[in-house]
Nanobody, 115 residues
Framework: QVQLVESGGGLVQAGGSLRLSCAASGSISSINSMGWYRQAPGKQRELVASIISGGSTNYVDSVKGRFTISRDNAKNAVYLQMNSLKPEDTAVYYC?????????WGQGTQVTVSS
């Protein structure tokens, strides 16, 4: 059974940076995409960034130019480099793998940006 383990969240001041990491354990094959979602209190979960098997990336408009998603296929890992953080980036961030079209989620990591 595949499990995703996240790390890297925390508290940072506005303008600062954080790097989230997510590694998958278990038997992995046919990863369709990897991504990061976030959910702020009282809001729906939204897709922040994703990277598909071919390497193309996609970002929500609010993070373009500030966040970068990357992956390490050998480690079955995905990363999210977050720069120029804003208070509105505060949320629980969830790692997501789509494996053979099945969505698998990490446990979530809190990111808090103070003004």
């Amino acid at each position: 059974q595949v499990q995703l383990v996240e790390s890297g969240g925390g508290l940072v001041q506005a303008g600062g940076s954080l790097r989230l990491s997510c590694a998958a354990s278990g038997s992995i094959s046919s990863i369709n995409s990897m991504g990061w979602y976030r959910q702020a209190p009282g809001k729906q979960r939204e897709l922040v960034a994703s990277i598909i098997s071919g390497g193309s990336t996609n970002y929500v408009d609010s993070v373009k130019g500030r966040f970068t998603i990357s992956r390490d296929n050998a480690k079955n890992a995905v990363y999210l480099q977050m720069n120029s953080l804003k208070p509105e980036d505060t949320a629980v961030y969830y790692c997501n793998f789509v494996i053979r079209w099945v969505f698998i989620w990490g446990q979530g990591t809190q990111v808090t940006v103070s003004s």
